[in-house]
Each structure stands twice: as structure tokens, then as C-alpha cells.
């Protein structure tokens, strides 16, 4: 279950060290992550900013955050060096959370992604470990050499297992909230009682007496808890919500790509405002899409081939994907959690896996939104386009940091982005 508890100081027992402590007080709201990805790339004069804070300024295609720009970090000119290598559309998006090398020739392996290893530390203290959802159907077919499930997942459990991609709004929303479980918050005595009754054979009588005072007052503590939760007299953090607030969506698909795109927002704020989870991606489209626009009169090109251009209905398109990331951010910005919101609470990634439609990934957009629980500065922009080291997985580094999960290496990196 993932669950540890501390142990009385025991003349018997070797001490090896105090384990660290994390910085955040337990009554405080979790941090979550989000990540937004949409496929292709973006307008190539479009996608900047500039200066700091309220003075800001933005490129046209996102124009939609504009109300954000105190909470957002615009980060310029991080790359995987292993998504250069293929050169085509699904070689460059199926390590893009984890800067991984891929497997060609069909085969199918990349690598763990930063959203499911968080899932794998926090899973337990939730129904849902993760919620990865989509907007297009996966695409199992080979390209080039390279399988075009790259170009379907960005979340991988493992480096051989693409996370299941849910696309249907009304699935996702049941698997929020249908059968209702326990949220990984059993007792925690029962949890860790047959290691401590194995512990209890190897060690001196007198360490016996005082181990089973100590389970005897952990069991104490976690009834009265118990007994307060009941009574209305706790105190620390709760959901803002214990139940959707939206009716469940109907069965199928929409038809209409803005409803599809609305509602998995909705859930996806919903998971996280309902504390069902923690980590959420949420693919837009494809990489090498396919989706059509009618809804804003872009109907005579998909995706894929309208990203080759710089024209007015490509701008369109870009500007459409950033308002559902601005959808959400609003959204989240107007829930609070006691004296900071859900979006002070969260961390929100947008990328891409190309800067333009033209496959050029030697360097990747990236926008970061949200306060990561009081840890991120937001209203700045940031340019590693001269730094050697300018890896997309310092960037991870960096955000599992603030969900107190510190590695030596991910990736291809070794040291987070101190500026983030």
C-alpha cells in the first residue's frame, strides 16, 4: 500500500538515520500536475513573450492567457536530444516526458514518463493514481520506421506500456467517480501490523512492551481521529468538492471537437478539485493529427498538414488550443483551497512536441501555469537556447521537486532548473 510509519527510538534496533521529513504540513492542499500537449507545433513568429509580470507580452497564439500572466513561466529553447533522432512526427512526441530513447523498426519502448512516476509515489492517497485522457483515437499503425503509438501517448507506465489513453468523456468521467472506493486512506496500523509483528520476534522483551504501547496509542489516535471526521471538528485540508458538481457526459464521442475538448477539461479540473487525483495529462490531439476544425470554419485541412503553413486558419487553430489551457486555468484560479486556489495548488505544463510543423525540435514550446503549492514564481520568461545543458528533463527535475520527489537523474538529466 505504500505505507510506512516511524518507530520508537529501541535499544535493540540499530538507528540508521532520521528519514527526511516532507516541508509541507499535512493540513495543507496537495500539489498536482497537469500536462497539456498538442500535437504539430505552433505558428512560427507567434509563440513568444517577453518581459515580466503584468507588463508581459505575449505572442498571438497565447493571446487567451493574457489574464495569466503573473501566474505564467514561458520557457524557451529546452529539447530532447533523443526525440532528434528519427526526425518524424512519432519519433519526436513518445519520449517527450521522459527524454527516453525510442525503439524503431516497429518495436515499441521508450520510457517511464514524469507523470507516472509521480502516479507511482502518490497513487496510493487516491482513488485514481493518474487520469490521461485524449482527444483522438490512438493510432497503432508504423511510420517511417517508428511506431505511430509514439505519436498517440505521452504518458508510458513503463518503457514498454503506453498508459491507456481514455477518449470517451463519459468513461472518464465513471472512472472518477462510478463504484466508489476507498481513497487509499485505510488505517494505517492495519497496513504496517505484519511487519511489525515480524519485527516483534527479533527484538528484546523490554522493546516488545514498548512497541506494543506505541501501536496501542496509534490505534488510539486514529479512532479519535475517526470520531472527529464524524463529528465536523477537523480542521486541515478537504476537497473543495466530495461529489461532481456535472452531470455525467453522454456515452460516445461528441462530434463536436470543442465539446470533446470542454468536457475532458472539465474532468480534469473535477479529479483534482474532488482530490480523486493528482496527476492528469491531457493529449489535445495527435502528433501527425488528423482532427478537422468545422467549428471555426477550418474544415478543408487536417491538422497535420495545415501545421506546414503559417497562414490566418493555422493561427486559428493555435489559438483554440491555448483557450482550452486557458479554460482550465481560469477555472482552476476560481476554486480556493483556504488562502491560496487550486491553480496556486497545481502546476500546469503545455507543450509540444516540435516548435513548428516543419519537425524542428531543437528546441520545444513550453508554458508552465499554476503556483506549485507556493514553490513557483510565475510572470516571467525564461531562454536556455545558450545553455549546453538545456535539457527538457532538468524541467521535470525541477517539478517533481515541488512534489517533494528528489532525484539524482532523469532522463538525460542530472540537476533541475534552479530558475523554475
Known sequence: ?????????????????????????????????????????????????????????????????????????????????????????????????????????????????????????????????????????????????????????ISWSSPTTPTPLEIYPALAFDRLFKDEVDRGDASVLDAVLSEANDLRRNISNNDQHKLDEYLDSVRDVELRIANAGKKGELQGWRPTLDKPNMARPADGIPQDIAEHMRLMSDILVLGFQTDTTRISTLKLNNDHSSLRFPNLGVDYMIHHLLSHSDGADWMKVNTFFVEQLAYITRKMASIQEGSRTLLDNSMLMYCSSMMTGNHNNDQLPVVMLGGGGGRIKGGRALDYSANPDRQMCRLFLSMMDKMDVHLPAFGDAKQPLDEV
Open 1 to 153: 500500500m505504500g505505507v510506512s510509519m516511524a518507530l520508537p527510538w529501541m535499544e535493540s534496533v540499530r538507528v540508521w538515520g532520521d528519514e527526511p521529513k516532507s516541508s509541507r504540513d499535512a493540513s495543507e492542499a496537495p500539489v498536482r500536475l497537469a500536462v497539456l500537449f498538442s500535437g504539430n507545433g505552433f505558428h512560427s513568429k507567434e509563440w513568444w513573450a517577453k518581459g515580466e509580470g503584468a507588463q508581459m507580452e505575449l505572442g498571438k497564439v497565447l493571446s487567451p492567457l493574457h489574464d495569466f500572466r503573473e501566474q505564467l513561466i514561458f520557457v524557451k529553447g529546452l529539447f530532447n536530444a533523443e526525440a532528434m533522432k528519427g526526425n518524424i512526427h512519432s519519433s519526436q512526441t513518445g519520449n517527450i516526458l521522459s527524454g527516453a530513447p525510442l525503439a524503431s523498426g516497429g518495436e515499441i519502448r521508450s520510457g517511464t514518463s514524469v507523470d507516472q512516476l509521480l502516479a507511482q509515489r502518490y497513487g496510493a492517497s487516491t482513488k485514481v493514481p493518474s487520469l490521461v485522457l485524449g482527444c483522438e483515437k490512438s493510432n497503432p499503425s508504423v511510420h517511417k520506421n517508428y511506431s505511430m503509438l509514439y505519436s498517440s501517448h
